[in-house]
């Protein structure tokens, strides 16, 4: 084990521990009757009234932001979640998170940061996404472009897509899948979709023969292994574990966390069947003091199969080359032993663009707040591991979440 800087992390229930508290979420899918300004305001309500918290007892915001236009994502930057929530002259300040995918985790540890430092009480974060009802064409033109190095990579036509591609031909080889073992993640997370009514795809099923014989959009990538683009929000709520108490039976806190930043761009990456999460597991077990074998869930970053194959094994949640095949014999999907992306995770709740990866934090957090509902609630849930990561898989991001109660 290399040297790996072990933070001073808060003492568990003292007053600078931050908490969840609160979450919030409307369903995802195409929704073009539904305003990206309304839908804020809605998750925001949610995971406020969640909490048990009146709205004007948030002093903190914290956003997500949105790709799917710059006018709405002005909105953000100059404080309109502010006065929509009737909170002007109220919050000491309203900000913007952004490391793509992994926005997520890098937003709660400002969070938590701001409580552990004293200087916020109440935390909202929130996020709100139009990818499905944005112009095709414009969000194809985004992700041809963004975050593709222009003078490298770009000319040779690489985009999203095409990094999937690159990404799973990388992992099929040095593990052995098979193209129905890599449809099998596709078909267990559609089978947690199945069981979560926010879901896009909650009332459609899917099958590994659906899968292998739709059309091939980047070898060896069919049109059903690809994420769907979808309109979603989601919310949560964070304070101190002090306060926490006052109103709450049990809540949940940060064990720990541990990251990596691997690359910008795809070119640069030593090994695109590995990426960072060796290393960032590495540091977040060795924060929390404790691992894979000790949680009962996972939440980790799937916009293709794939990354979600990689990061298991990098987490060693499977063993290396085997996180495939484990999908195959079932032993992510309902039912099974370890149960993962319980919400139906990018490819089959929807794609909300950087707001994926919160929606999985989001779920993290209800599985342990045992808010799930008797379908897909994990029973007992105490411990997740909840996974991010951005751009051209970037970086790899990790939050070991623990459930405490009073």
Partial sequence: MTDVWTPPYPEPGSANDAAFIGIGEIPSGVYRERGFMAQIVEASARAIQDARLAHTDIDQIVLIPCL???????????????????????????????????????ATRMAAGLIASGQARNVLVVYSERWGSADLQAMIDMLSVNGIPKEWEAPTGLQFNAIGGLITQRYMHRSGSSAAEMAAICVALRDWANLNPNAMYYEKKLTVEKIVNSKMISDP????????????????????????????DAWVRIGGSGGCVSHYSA??????????WVKAAEEAYQAASWGPEDADLGEVYDSYAAVLAIALEGLAISPEGEAAREFHKGRFSPGGQFPLNTNGGLLSAGHTGVGGGTALLIEGVRQLLHRAGPDRQVPNAQRCIVGGTGGSYMDAQIMMLERVTR
Avoid: W, Y
């Fill in 68 to 106: 799917h236009g710059i006018p709405d994502q002005a909105d953000l930057i100059f404080s309109r979640v502010a006065e929509e929530l009737g909170l002007h002259g109220r919050v000491k300040s309203s900000v913007m998170v952004h490391s793509g995918g992994s926005t997520s985790d890098n």
């Fill in 221 to 248: 990538i069919h049109a059903f292994e690809c994420p769907f683009l979808a309109d979603g929000a989601g919310a949560f709520v964070m304070t101190s574990a002090t306060e926490a108490a006052r109103k709450h």
């Fill in 267 to 276: 070119g640069q990456d030593a090994d695109l069947g590995v990426l960072g």
